[in-house]
Nanobody, 125 residues
């Protein structure tokens, strides 16, 4: 069993930055592919970014490429999402996800092993 706890959300002006963190319980963090998803009001949950078990490979949604950076520290059981040049359309609840298999934009959300509780990010114009 893995528990994921996100933090770092908040209110920021357009053009600003935020860093989200996701702390995972357990001693097998490095065996999980990690990802970030987001869900805006009235919309489906969507893929944002993912990072491989070792951290060598990263993947991004086109909408955040060049603005967001995902990283992980396996020694601290933590994955991060550095968000820069934020836009009002980035406003959403951001969820951390963990899976033994690859996470990407084609992932079936129902099959992902673990989810965090989410953290709200609000970008004002």
């Amino acid at each position: 069993q893995v528990q994921l706890v996100e933090s770092g959300g908040g209110l920021v002006q357009a053009g600003g930055s935020l860093r989200l963190s996701c702390a995972a319980s357990g001693r097998t963090f490095s065996s999980y592919y990690m990802g970030w998803f987001r869900q805006a009001p009235g919309k489906e949950r969507e893929f944002v970014a993912a990072i491989s078990w070792s951290g060598r490979s990263t993947y991004y949604a086109d909408s955040v490429k060049g603005r967001f950076t995902i990283s992980r520290d396996n020694a601290k059981n933590t994955v991060y999402l550095q968000m820069s040049s934020l836009k009002p359309e980035d406003t959403a609840v951001y969820y951390c996800a963990a899976d033994k298999n690859v996470i990407n934009s084609y992932s079936d959300l129902r099959s992902i092993d673990y989810w965090g509780q989410g953290t709200q990010v609000t970008v004002s114009s």
